[in-house]
């Protein structure tokens, strides 16, 4: 057992964690941030993404203690004072999303492409979505709320 | 018949509506089935083969029993006596089907299409 210091939406944790605890977990069983969703569990589906220090990771792809010291953000910190992030607004106007599964990951992979990349092209939005699976087949929606809010 | 009185033409009609359920998705506050967690419930993992099209010539589960909290750990043999034949289906199985579930079993007489009409006639 390790102890890991991690910062989640703005709220500091210290935690016992195992080597072989994936960060996805520690954020659903530990802290019940159950927004981060496994779809997949090998890295494939970009369901579980999140942000590590201002960066899109998959956290199924990542082990807790890796993460020790970091800033996590997750879906549920996105929101500010109860008003949608712009992007979370897209989604919506846009109709990016239909079950609604894989929203959490395409919001903060597009969230990462955003702060890497302020005015994205629609190729610059479709490669940073590489990652991230959506099986409503809502992408041409998604990119259009990412176009939006890039813009 | 006229329309209602209170129905605009085209409001509805050729305009997106809002969806009212995207709130909760998107601030992933969704209840799936998941998150959800009931007194006494286990999880069950299925480990499956590795390999394609291979043998198999022994499934150890004892590593897997020594594990704290592991309540149970069963081999494909241990519960062979469980079903009452080799293809546990809940409908009919297609011949698609039937020949993926026989992907692991090889005849070199060349068989199998009389195989597969053996137990398509059990099926049906």
Not at chain 1, 39 to 67: F, I, N, P, R
Not at chain 1, 91 to 108: D, E, P, R
Not at chain 2, 3 to 28: F, H, M, N, S, Y
Not at chain 2, 42 to 71: E, Q
Request: with cysteine; glycine share 10%.
């Amino acid at each position: 057992v390790r102890n890991v210091s991690l910062t989640v939406n703005d709220v500091p944790y210290e935690l016992e964690l195992e080597p072989r605890e994936l960060l996805v977990y520690v954020l659903r069983e530990r802290l019940g941030l159950n927004g981060t969703v496994v779809g997949c569990d090998t890295s494939s589906c970009g369901a579980c993404t999140v942000l590590l220090d201002g960066e899109s990771v998959k956290s199924c792809t990542v082990l807790g203690v890796q993460a020790d010291g970091g800033t996590i953000t997750t879906i549920e910190g996105l929101a500010e004072n109860g008003s949608l992030h712009p992007l979370q607004e897209s989604f919506h106007q846009h109709h990016a999303l239909q079950c609604g599964y894989c929203t959490s990951g395409m919001v903060l992979a597009a969230a990462s492409l955003l702060a890497e990349n302020p005015s994205p092209t629609g190729d610059e939005i479709r490669h940073a979505l590489e990652g991230n699976i959506c099986r409503c087949t809502g992408y041409q929606n998604i990119v259009d709320a990412i176009e939006a809010v890039a813009r | 018949m006229s329309a209602p009185a209170e129905v605009e033409v085209g409001r509805i009609v050729g305009t997106p509506v809002e969806r009212k359920e995207d709130k909760k998705l998107l601030q992933g506050q969704a209840q799936w089935v998941d998150n959800m967690r009931q007194p006494g419930m286990v999880f069950l993992g299925v480990v499956r083969s590795p390999y394609a099209n291979a043998r198999i010539t022994k499934v150890n589960v004892d590593p897997a029993l020594a594990h704290a909290g592991v309540v149970a750990a069963w081999s494909g043999a241990d519960i062979a006596d469980e079903w009452q034949g080799s293809l546990p289906c809940a409908w009919i199985p297609t011949e698609d089907q039937i020949r993926h579930a026989l992907e692991g079993n090889i005849c070199r007489c060349t068989g199998y299409q009389n195989i597969v009409d053996a137990i398509e006639a059990v099926a049906r």
